[in-house]
């Protein structure tokens, strides 16, 4: 078990330099000063711009930056005075604001999580329990209603779902209650907010987690509905079982391989920053700062935004790994043989 742990993880060894790499190449062919776009109209003399260039080190070649930079990563440095020192990772420093990346993101990566795992509750309840309900009643009213409902969300574009969404809730929904109800569409409120903060999770929530529950729903629906045509299925009902002790007992367990892949995977990319769900809500969270600081080229921002993203979906997709081993005894007896 230990060892198949290590292998994966190994195994994300060459991905994370690859991704940084091909980052800090395409920064450097990109369009766009980010010295300049900061000085704005003004003009700077040439002395000036260069030291400004020379203090964030954009005058030095792609691989040299990247060479630094992977440097700076380290959470372990020495100098000839202190010698080792654990000073944590260095993103660098934004050219925008002048303020530490690490210090932006530690400040923002709460609302990012805070909305993460509000849009993967929703999909875990919502996604498996349809799917489940569609499987059950299969051919009935419900299971059509399901594949109906899965389709209409998986063809909606995520940004017009949370427009409609802000249209309906938030400005519909005062003009007819007059302003007694409705739901705030923009912000994550604060001090004199009228509403209580988890409230203003709710749309963007329902947003980022439509098209992935409709997703988990459908996987669920097809998994359980193969299983249940297994032998060992047949096998349990044939000895007078329960239907709930056979559903729960035996299919659910090899039914919930591939969705548990797919959640662990999107809770992944949630937790990256969802850039369209937090744009269109003004959420202030990673994916909201990315999607400005590319806007501004603000490149210690965009490139630490995405170091940190990396690091978040290696980690998921570590865990995922892991979680097969409890749900399917298979790979944990392999893991177990190999070990």
């Given amino acids: 078990m230990g060892r198949y742990i290590l292998r994966r993880f190994a195994q994300f060894i060459p991905v994370f330099f690859g991704v940084t790499l091909l980052l800090f190449f395409i920064t450097t062919v990109l369009p766009g000063d980010p010295v300049a776009l900061k000085a704005g109209e003004k003009q700077l003399p040439p002395a000036v711009y260069a030291a400004l260039r020379h203090s964030y080190g954009l005058d030095k070649p792609w691989y040299i930056q990247y060479v630094n930079y992977l440097g700076a990563l380290s959470p372990v440095h020495y100098t000839p005075k202190a010698g080792l020192q654990f000073t944590g990772p260095d993103l660098g420093e934004s050219i925008s604001t002048g303020r530490p990346v690490t210090q932006m993101f530690s400040e923002t990566y709460p609302y990012t999580a805070e909305l993460a795992f509000t849009a993967i509750g929703l999909e875990i309840i ?46 519909l929904m005062k003009e007819w209650t007059g302003g007694s109800f409705y739901l705030p569409i923009s912000g994550s409120g604060g001090p004199g907010s009228p509403f209580d903060p988890w409230v203003y999770l709710v749309l963007p929530g329902i947003t980022l987690a439509s098209v992935s529950t409709a997703y988990a729903a459908r996987i669920m629906r097809s998994q359980l509905l193969e299983v249940a045509g297994q032998d060992y299925v047949r096998t349990a009902r044939a000895k007078g079982l329960r239907e709930r002790s056979v559903l729960w007992g035996h299919e659910m367990k090899n ?21 369209l769900t937090e744009t269109v809500f003004n959420w202030p969270g990673v994916g909201l700062m990315i999607y400005q600081a590319i806007g ?23 865990l995922v790994d892991i979680s097969y081993a409890f749900l399917d005894p298979r790979i944990r007896l392999g893991a177990n043989a190999e070990g």
């Avoid at 170091?307 to 978040?312: D, E, K, P, S, W």
């Fill in 296 to 318: 501004r080229r603000d490149y210690p921002v965009v490139v630490g935004g995405v170091t940190l993203v990396l690091v978040v979906v290696l980690v998921v997709n570590l």
């Fill in 255 to 275: 039914a919930l391989i591939p969705v548990v892949t797919f959640i662990g995977l999107d809770l992944g990319a949630m937790l990256s920053g969802a850039i």
């Fill in 126 to 171: 919502f996604g498996i329990g349809i799917g489940i309900i569609a499987a059950v009643k299969q051919y009935t009213i419900w299971d059509t209603l399901a594949t109906l409902g899965s389709s209409i969300l998986v063809a909606l574009p995520v940004f017009w779902l949370g427009l409609m969404l802000q249209y309906l809730f938030g400005i």
